[in-house]
């Protein structure tokens, strides 16, 4: 059978196994000080990271060798885009707060076709949570099947979104119950799947390593996710890059979009 023709259900248990024994790879190197280097954008990347790329590249092009390849840590090419379903990888989302020994990041992985996640896996290494998701089939962790939250409102919403938007004057006034930022944007995003936050942001230029997985977990759990124009998100484009991203229950989910396009410059 070719790999393009395999059922989701093959794909997500090749995920799954492989989003766990990435995880064990990165504790290894979790608060022991691993050698950091510094991209040409000045994004901190570590040895950690490139562990993990290398044993995700192995497990899934290995298993998989007709799909493509985007990962945030192997040079980007053309290859990928003549692909009928690509990897798309994070080893490490969240490598800042990694480096400082915090919990929240993870290892992202999904499968996209058609330019949207089919399958999806995420995985928290430092709680062993494990979300995972395909079209169709729903949102799951640990047995449980996610929904996201029934919150009607922003006023009285949870919200996790960076750093620079918490004391924001629009965010203040929304009335928000709660504010927080969750340093990996894959996993402040699949808290709204959860039912841990009613509206994620995140601001312009993520990539699609960063959003697929959490894009299709959220989604399958009942909430949107898209630009601040509406609009859902195109993924395995020559460019990878977005603008700026609201992720919420669908009650809030026109609300939470008109306050992005205030924040937005």
């Keep these: 059978m070719p790999d393009a023709e395999r059922g ?8 799954a196994e492989t989003a766990t024994a990435a995880g064990e790879v990165a504790m290894r190197f979790f608060r022991r000080d ?14 950690a990271d ?36 690509v990897f798309v990888v994070d080893p490490i989302d969240g490598t800042r707060a990694f480096l400082r020994g915090e919990e929240d990041w993870s290892v992202s992985l999904a499968i996209v076709e058609a330019g949207r ?11 062993g949570a ?9 949102a799951h962790c640990g047995g449980r099947r996610l929904g996201v939250s029934a919150c009607a409102t922003l006023s009285g919403a949870r919200l996790g979104a960076p750093y620079k938007y918490l004391e924001r004057r629009e965010i203040l006034d ?45 989604h399958e759990a009942g909430g949107r996710f898209a630009i601040p124009s509406g609009e859902p998100l195109r993924y395995n484009l020559t460019d990878p890059r977005h603008p700026a991203l609201v992720a919420a229950t669908p009650a809030v989910f026109a609300e939470a979009l008109r306050l992005a396009e205030r924040l937005e410059p």
């Design 117 to 127: 996640p089919v399958v999806a896996a995420l995985l928290q290494p430092t709680t």
């Design 130 to 138: 494990l979300m995972t998701a395909t079209l169709g089939g729903g």
């Design 34 to 47: 691993p050698t950091v280097w510094r991209k040409s954008g000045g994004s901190p990347v570590s040895e």
């Design 50 to 85: 490139l562990a993990v790329d290398r044993l995700v590249e192995e497990r899934l092009r290995g298993a998989r060798p007709d799909y493509g390849w985007l990962s945030e840590e192997t040079a980007d090419g053309p290859e990928r885009l003549s692909r009928a379903r």
């Design 174 to 218: 929304a009335g928000f119950a709660e504010r927080r930022a969750v340093p990996s944007l894959a996993l402040r995003i699949a808290r709204v799947a959860e039912g841990r936050l009613d509206v994620a942001y995140g601001t312009g230029n993520a990539h699609d390593w960063d959003l697929a997985a959490a894009d299709l977990l959220v």
């Design 8 to 15: 989701l259900d093959d794909d997500l248990a090749l995920l």
